[in-house]
């Protein structure tokens, strides 16, 4: 992407402070607790203005909040320096517009075009975060506090839940082996020793296999108080929910999922809304990723890894078969 991209609204790094968090943390010292946010948003004008609030009004806001603009063309660049005006933590990169929305990789691009912005060595922890959610007032506190209980905690998040068209709260039956893409809260060390996100679908899957793997943990918490609401249901796009199942089963074959494991949740996702048809996009992604020789993710032994895993949890269960994972795999200084 050409440099100018992201110059026209950079010009606020200068006043955005890069860690205000309370405490006695040395100039160029990060603050205990100190964290950024980064989030990659395009033609988020009907939910924006909720995310922003629920964030700033955190009862532990962000030190600092980079949004990059991925070439939105509804009103998202007028909220979004509505609200700069009146926050010094928010700091705005706008982007091209492309001309469509880019999920996965293109999130990823974005993602990344904002963190170059920050001095990431100042703040512990960092959060990838989308611009379509509800937080609990409470949300940065408690993670923050759930990492300060578990030093193997590498990433964590709250659940998500979606309010369905008859006004009845729908969770997105998010297991809690995983932090969850829209929210992606980590520890800074654990970020920096996996290598960050790849730019691919799955990425939101291959950051906590690749965690685990070296010995850290990744969470969903399920408690109340971290439970948000995800004002685009999880799976939906601009092209519709089936577009979503099919790019999940796409993914599902780039990370090497093992296919018996795969077709095991495609029929899970059967039995839920859109029903039948949501689980066979599923299967028609899988499906034509391998017939056309699609690439896969080139860590052979992260993809074995992951099959070995998705085998073990098919006999198991998921909660065993993490926990005998994170048994073989421990940190030193850890236990």
């Given at each position: 992407m050409a440099e100018s991209d992201a110059t026209a609204d950079t010009a606020r790094e200068d006043e955005a402070p890069e860690a205000s968090a309370s405490g006695d943390a040395a100039p160029g010292t990060p603050a205990s607790d100190a964290y950024v946010l980064i989030t990659p948003c395009r033609n988020e004008a009907?939910?924006?203005?909720?995310?922003?609030?629920?964030?700033?009004?955190?009862?532990?806001?962000?030190?600092?909040?980079?949004?990059v603009d991925d070439?939105?063309?509804d009103g998202t660049p007028g909220i979004l320096a509505d609200y700069a005006a009146r926050h010094p933590s928010l700091r705005i990169v706008r982007r091209q517009d492309r001309g469509r929305r880019a999920v996965g990789p293109g999130v990823i691009e974005a993602f990344y075009e904002g963190l170059a912005t920050v001095d990431l060595a100042r703040f512990p922890f960092l959060c990838k975060l989308d611009l379509d959610l509800e937080l609990p007032p409470g949300y940065?506190?408690?993670?923050?506090?759930?990492?300060?209980?578990?030093?193997?905690?590498?990433?964590?998040?709250g659940m998500p839940w979606f309010t369905a068209p008859s006004g009845r709260r729908v969770s997105e039956k998010c297991g809690p082996e995983m932090s969850v893409g829209m929210t992606k809260?980590?520890?800074?060390?654990?970020?920096?020793?996996?290598?960050?996100?790849?730019?691919?679908?799955m990425w939101d899957a291959i950051d906590c296999h690749t965690a685990r793997r070296l010995g850290w943990t990744a969470r969903a918490f399920a408690d109340a108080g971290l439970a948000f609401e995800h004002l685009r249901p999880m799976g939906s796009s601009e092209k519709g929910v089936l577009t979503g199942r099919r790019r999940h089963g796409?993914?599902?074959?780039?990370?090497?999922?093992?296919?018996?494991?795969?077709?095991?949740?495609?029929?899970?996702?059967?039995?839920?809304?859109?029903?039948?048809?949501?689980?066979?996009?599923?299967?028609?992604?899988?499906a034509g990723a391998w017939a056309s020789g699609a690439p896969r993710h080139e860590d052979a032994a992260l993809r074995a890894f992951i099959r070995a895993y998705q085998?073990?949890?098919?006999?198991?269960?998921?909660?065993?078969?993490v926990a005998e994972i994170e048994a073989r795999h421990r940190r030193p200084g850890t236990d």
């Amino acid at each position: 992407m050409a440099e100018s991209d992201a110059t026209a609204d950079t010009a606020r790094e200068d006043e955005a402070p890069e860690a205000s968090a309370s405490g006695d943390a040395a100039p160029g010292t990060p603050a205990s607790d100190a964290y950024v946010l980064i989030t990659p948003c395009r033609n988020e004008a009907a939910h924006a203005r909720r995310t922003l609030d629920s964030v700033l009004g955190q009862t532990r806001p962000p030190d600092l909040w980079v949004i990059v603009d991925d070439g939105s063309t509804d009103g998202t660049p007028g909220i979004l320096a509505d609200y700069a005006a009146r926050h010094p933590s928010l700091r705005i990169v706008r982007r091209q517009d492309r001309g469509r929305r880019a999920v996965g990789p293109g999130v990823i691009e974005a993602f990344y075009e904002g963190l170059a912005t920050v001095d990431l060595a100042r703040f512990p922890f960092l959060c990838k975060l989308d611009l379509d959610l509800e937080l609990p007032p409470g949300y940065f506190e408690g993670l923050i506090a759930r990492m300060r209980a578990d030093p193997r905690l590498g990433t964590c998040s709250g659940m998500p839940w979606f309010t369905a068209p008859s006004g009845r709260r729908v969770s997105e039956k998010c297991g809690p082996e995983m932090s969850v893409g829209m929210t992606k809260f980590y520890r800074r060390e654990c970020f920096e020793e996996i290598g960050g996100f790849v730019r691919a679908v799955m990425w939101d899957a291959i950051d906590c296999h690749t965690a685990r793997r070296l010995g850290w943990t990744a969470r969903a918490f399920a408690d109340a108080g971290l439970a948000f609401e995800h004002l685009r249901p999880m799976g939906s796009s601009e092209k519709g929910v089936l577009t979503g199942r099919r790019r999940h089963g796409a993914g599902q074959y780039y990370m090497g999922s093992d296919p018996l494991y795969f077709a095991a949740t495609a029929i899970y996702r059967m039995a839920h809304p859109p029903y039948l048809l949501g689980g066979l996009a599923m299967l028609r992604g899988y499906a034509g990723a391998w017939a056309s020789g699609a690439p896969r993710h080139e860590d052979a032994a992260l993809r074995a890894f992951i099959r070995a895993y998705q085998r073990r949890a098919l006999r198991v269960g998921k909660a065993r078969a993490v926990a005998e994972i994170e048994a073989r795999h421990r940190r030193p200084g850890t236990d």
